[in-house]
């Protein structure tokens, strides 16, 4: 589904990229392939062709330079689209206002994301460790209720269909006390869900969105891993553990404090997105070769 620049769904940023480096192009080549890499491994496991690809990256091309690299006051020509950009001139005649992809999240994603989101921030739906409380199907008067908790974000949809839903993908059960319970597994979409493949969109294009303006200018995003290389599996596995914990603890805390200052927000159109990633493997993706210094020495940073 396309959509025209104009349109709210449209991928926007707040300001305008910086001119055009062509002499950093040699350095983004390196890092490009790297991260480009893992992928072009999603693209082949998931049956999407190199020329379906490239008919992609095509029609991205024409429309960033169209629309983020325009001179201000000036018409953006096929010409100057096709110098920017390297498409022939009638390749660029012919692609020029196709629109950027939407990105939408599916309805059903933002409202599973959105009560979810409460039952894990709101007071009124956790305990004295803000942790979601089990909630009964229904209640008397200000109780806390499964039913009073959908019906504090959305009154379109009952509260019955949205708990047969999530029983069926398993985000939440029921307890001997006939209490529905939240389970860990909400917190991630299952492989069939649509959710995955939208949050996979959304996530990597900030992160990318944020380190990409970092590098082009001043840095203005937050974007610091901690690393350590040649380290034993053991200990991979044993860190990877422990920073699960330290992520998940930073993200309720983060998403408590935007609950309670969302009550008091007069709204707009600004948006905001705090990510966390954890990532380990046994070798690099360079051929399965070790990361590290010559001596193979372990190594740690903050970066």
């Given at each position: 589904m396309?959509?025209?620049?104009?349109?709210?769904?449209?991928?926007?940023?707040?300001?305008?990229?910086?001119?055009?480096?062509?002499?950093?192009?040699?350095?983004?080549?390196?890092?490009?392939?790297?991260?480009?890499?893992?992928?072009?491994?999603?693209?082949?496991?998931?049956?999407?062709?190199?020329?379906?690809?490239a008919q992609l990256l095509r029609e991205l091309f024409v429309n960033v330079a169209e629309h983020d690299f325009a001179l201000e006051g000036k018409e953006q020509t096929d010409s100057r689209v096709s110098l920017l950009t390297?498409?022939?001139?009638?390749?660029?005649?012919?692609?020029?206002g196709a629109g950027a992809p939407v990105h939408e999240a599916p309805a059903a994603v933002s409202l599973t994301s959105a009560v979810i989101a409460r039952w894990l921030a709101a007071p009124e739906f956790t305990d004295a460790k803000g942790e979601p409380l089990a909630l009964p199907r229904t209640a008397v008067g200000d109780a806390p209720s499964f039913e009073q908790l959908v019906a504090s974000v959305t009154k379109d949809v009952r509260p019955r269909a949205v708990l047969d839903e999530w029983i069926d993908r398993k985000l939440v059960t029921i307890n001997d006390a006939d209490e529905i319970e939240l389970v860990e597994a909400a917190f991630v979409p299952s492989g069939e869900d649509d959710g995955k493949w939208h949050y996979l969109g959304r996530n990597l294009h900030d992160h990318i969105a944020a380190a990409a303006e970092n590098v082009s200018g001043a840095p203005r995003f937050l974007e610091r891993a901690v690393h350590y290389n040649n380290i034993s599996p053991k200990l991979a596995r044993k860190l990877e553990a422990r920073s699960r914990e330290l992520a998940m603890d930073a993200l309720k805390t983060a998403n408590r404090e935007a609950n309670r200052a969302l009550a008091k927000?007069?709204?707009?159109?600004?948006?905001?997105?705090?990510?966390?990633?954890?990532y380990s493997e046994d070798a690099d993706e360079e051929g399965g070769t070790k990361e590290g210094g010559k001596d193979g020495g372990k190594e740690g940073a903050s970066t």
């Amino acid at each position: 589904m396309n959509a025209k620049s104009g349109s709210k769904e449209a991928d926007k940023s707040a300001d305008k990229p910086m001119a055009p480096q062509p002499n950093a192009a040699g350095k983004l080549h390196a890092p490009l392939a790297r991260l480009l890499r893992p992928l072009v491994r999603l693209c082949i496991r998931s049956g999407m062709t190199f020329p379906a690809l490239a008919q992609l990256l095509r029609e991205l091309f024409v429309n960033v330079a169209e629309h983020d690299f325009a001179l201000e006051g000036k018409e953006q020509t096929d010409s100057r689209v096709s110098l920017l950009t390297g498409i022939h001139r009638k390749e660029v005649a012919r692609l020029r206002g196709a629109g950027a992809p939407v990105h939408e999240a599916p309805a059903a994603v933002s409202l599973t994301s959105a009560v979810i989101a409460r039952w894990l921030a709101a007071p009124e739906f956790t305990d004295a460790k803000g942790e979601p409380l089990a909630l009964p199907r229904t209640a008397v008067g200000d109780a806390p209720s499964f039913e009073q908790l959908v019906a504090s974000v959305t009154k379109d949809v009952r509260p019955r269909a949205v708990l047969d839903e999530w029983i069926d993908r398993k985000l939440v059960t029921i307890n001997d006390a006939d209490e529905i319970e939240l389970v860990e597994a909400a917190f991630v979409p299952s492989g069939e869900d649509d959710g995955k493949w939208h949050y996979l969109g959304r996530n990597l294009h900030d992160h990318i969105a944020a380190a990409a303006e970092n590098v082009s200018g001043a840095p203005r995003f937050l974007e610091r891993a901690v690393h350590y290389n040649n380290i034993s599996p053991k200990l991979a596995r044993k860190l990877e553990a422990r920073s699960r914990e330290l992520a998940m603890d930073a993200l309720k805390t983060a998403n408590r404090e935007a609950n309670r200052a969302l009550a008091k927000d007069k709204g707009g159109n600004a948006r905001w997105n705090f990510g966390l990633y954890i990532y380990s493997e046994d070798a690099d993706e360079e051929g399965g070769t070790k990361e590290g210094g010559k001596d193979g020495g372990k190594e740690g940073a903050s970066t």
